[in-house]
């Protein structure tokens, strides 16, 4: 099946998204940045079920991507702020080697709460482009064994589609290996 256009050139991947008038697709602040940074992305809308146990999985699932090509956006507390680590959903982040990456001793997941406040958004709604404030980033290097990945747009249930060189640019994210298998 091919996305359809809908309005303001979207890329519907998802019926459902088209059926509902592109509400689930709204601009988010990560749409609203990729457009202004001139990158080119797509947008996936699926129907988010509040009893997902994993956001990632469930995106990966509902959109019929390899969970490998989905990447989850993480925050990390360093001590002296926040990082942000975006791994695929099939793997964990490795705090050691995001700690590493981050130049610090020591990283452990942040709390919830901080994450939303830094971000701006929602936990599993997290996206790595149009945070609230601009926090490093890093980028798991096996995002470059594919032409495009999938993050989230900003709203659970919205993924867009975008080249990693293109991610890394728009965050200013360094590329490192931060994951390891779950």
């Not at 019929?64 to 990082?83: I, P, S």
């Not at 599993?124 to 149009?130: D, F």
């Not at 064994?145 to 249930?157: A, P």
């Amino acid at each position: 099946m091919s996305p359809d256009r809908g309005e303001e050139g979207r890329v519907y991947a998802d019926p459902v998204a088209r059926k509902r008038g592109g509400k689930t697709t709204a601009a988010t602040p990560a749409t609203v940045a990729l457009r202004r940074a001139g990158v080119g992305f797509s947008v996936h809308a699926y129907e988010h079920d509040p009893a997902a146990e994993s956001y990632g999985d469930e995106a990966a699932a509902a959109l019929g991507v390899a969970a490998e090509r989905v990447f989850k956006t993480l925050l990390a507390d360093t001590g002296n702020g926040l990082v942000v680590a975006v791994v695929p959903v099939s793997s964990r982040v490795d705090l050691k080697a995001l700690a590493s990456a981050a130049g610090v001793k020591k990283a452990t997941m942040a709390d919830p709460v901080a994450a939303e406040r830094a971000t701006g958004y929602v936990v599993g709604g997290i996206s790595p482009v149009g945070q609230r404030s601009s926090l490093p980033t890093v980028l798991d290097t096996s995002a470059g064994d594919f032409d495009t990945i999938l993050v989230s747009g900003g709203r659970r249930g919205v993924d867009v589609e975008l080249r990693p060189g293109d991610l890394a640019r728009v965050t200013g994210a360094t590329w490192a290996r931060v994951s390891r298998p779950r």
